[in-house]
């Protein structure tokens, strides 16, 4: 029997953010969560200032990653580590980094659009 990281299979709008998690498809979740075209996952997400590709690596290893990642570092922007830029690149992925309540805005904006967005959001209390 082979066991699959619980998900929602599917990309939605994010309702709600704030004390610790988030608020999607009339879910919620606790903890960080990592959007991509396969769906939303619990993420557990580093420190902000520890943030490399190797917490990312489940974007990288998307059968269609999204063609711009958008990363959530909590309530203050922190820049990651200079492999998440270079993985990016080397996967033809647009990165764009900021504070989370803007990545959540952001995100839902681009969804709307239709365009492929995905994200990392860093739960926020």
Same mark, same amino acid.
């Given at each position: 029997m082979? #066991?699959r990281? /619980?998900? =929602? /299979? *599917?990309r939605?709008p &994010?309702e709600?953010?704030?004390? @610790?998690? =988030? !608020? =999607?498809?009339n #879910?919620? +979740? !606790?903890?960080?969560?990592?959007i991509?075209?396969? @769906?939303?996952?619990a993420?557990e997400?580093?420190?902000p200032? *520890? $943030?490399d590709?190797a917490? $990312?690596k !489940?974007?990288f290893r998307?059968? %269609? /990653? /999204? %063609?711009l $990642?958008?990363i959530?570092t909590?309530? *203050?922007l %922190?820049q990651?580590a200079a492999d998440v830029r270079?993985?990016?690149?080397? +996967?033809r &992925?647009?990165?764009?980094? #900021?504070?989370?309540?803007?990545?959540?805005?952001?995100?839902n904006?681009?969804?709307a659009?239709?365009?492929s967005? @995905?994200a990392?959001?860093i739960?926020?209390?």
């Amino acid at each position: 029997m082979q #066991m699959r990281d /619980p998900h =929602f /299979p *599917r990309r939605a709008p &994010i309702e709600a953010y704030g004390h @610790g998690g =988030f !608020r =999607f498809a009339n #879910m919620s +979740h !606790r903890g960080s969560i990592l959007i991509v075209n396969s @769906g939303i996952y619990a993420w557990e997400a580093p420190d902000p200032a *520890r $943030l490399d590709a190797a917490s $990312l690596k !489940r974007v990288f290893r998307e059968a %269609e /990653p /999204p %063609e711009l $990642l958008l990363i959530g570092t909590g309530r *203050r922007l %922190e820049q990651p580590a200079a492999d998440v830029r270079l993985a990016c690149a080397e +996967h033809r &992925i647009g990165l764009d980094v #900021m504070d989370t309540g803007a990545a959540v805005r952001t995100y839902n904006v681009l969804l709307a659009e239709g365009r492929s967005v @995905g994200a990392a959001l860093i739960a926020v209390d």
